[in-house]
Structures are given as C-alpha cells and as structure tokens.
C-alpha cells in the first residue's frame, strides 16, 4: 500500500463525474479527508451538484517509464460551499508554486475578487465509498 494522502496531495488532476453522466477534469485539493474543487458560474459543475449531489472522482498516474501506476477512487454526496481564500491559494499554490507573482491574473481574481460577486464556490465531497490501488509493475 502507498501513502494516500501524500499522494492525493501531488499536484494531480482528478476527473469528477456527474449526473448525466457528464466528466471533467478538475484541480483539486483533499483536506480533511474530503475533495476540495473550486468552481462558479464559468463551469457547470456547481449547478449540477445541486441538482444531483451524488458524484464519483478518480485520481490517478500511470507512468510506463517507472511502472508507477496508482488509482484513487472516491464516491459520495457533494455539496456546494462558500469560497474562502486562505483554502484556495492552498489549493492553486499545489499548482501554481508559491510565486503569485509569477500566477496568471485570472487565478489571482479567485484571491482578490469578492467570491460572492464573481460567484466562486467550492464543492465539497467527503467519499462515502473509497478505494485506493497501488497497481504498479517492474519495468
């Protein structure tokens, strides 16, 4: 078994799937045992949650050149929850690096800008489901 909340805390990209079934893949952050996506008006990930919260989210990498092959699965009910700004530059700098300076202004506006102008929200999973998979192999 690997360590899942190192892993999970890797500047990866999950993939969450809604109703529909629509996918997409999201920047992330797992805190306190939960997926952490931000989102707003520009996406409609927030509207379909609130529709229907049941989702389903994988991580994972598969790298061929080391055999590292590694799967977080997660299922649970969302929610939708008001932004705050010390979780998200958490989540960006996982992305970004630490630099702001150096970040593009539209991931700054998330910081900056009022989040209930802008309409910036998180959706908040907490998996009711979960499995963790080290699938990996010796090249």
């Known amino acids: 078994?690997?360590?899942?909340?190192?892993?999970?805390?890797?500047?990866?990209?999950?993939?969450?799937?809604?109703?529909?079934?629509?996918?997409?893949?999201?920047?992330?952050?797992?805190?306190?045992?939960?997926?952490?996506?931000?989102?707003?008006?520009?996406?409609?990930?927030?509207?379909?949650?609130?529709?229907?919260?049941?989702?389903?989210?994988?991580?994972?990498?598969?790298?061929?050149?080391?055999?590292?092959?590694?799967?977080?699965?997660?299922?649970g009910e969302a929610e939708v929850l008001p932004f705050d700004v010390p979780r998200g530059r958490r989540l960006l700098s996982r992305y970004l690096g630490s630099r702001e300076d150096k970040w593009d202004a539209r991931f700054l506006s998330y910081l900056h800008d009022d989040p209930e102008v802008k309409g910036t929200v998180w959706v908040r999973m907490v998996p009711k489901r979960f499995v963790a998979d080290d699938l990996g192999y010796r090249v």
Do not use: H, N
């Open 1 to 75: 078994m690997f360590d899942v909340d190192e892993f999970l805390a890797g500047p990866l990209t999950a993939r969450v799937a809604t109703t529909g079934p629509t996918v997409r893949p999201t920047w992330y952050l797992w805190e306190d045992q939960a997926f952490w996506i931000l989102t707003g008006p520009w996406a409609k990930l927030a509207g379909l949650v609130r529709e229907s919260p049941s989702i389903a989210v994988t991580v994972d990498v598969c790298d061929v050149g080391t055999g590292m092959v590694r799967q977080v699965l997660a299922r």
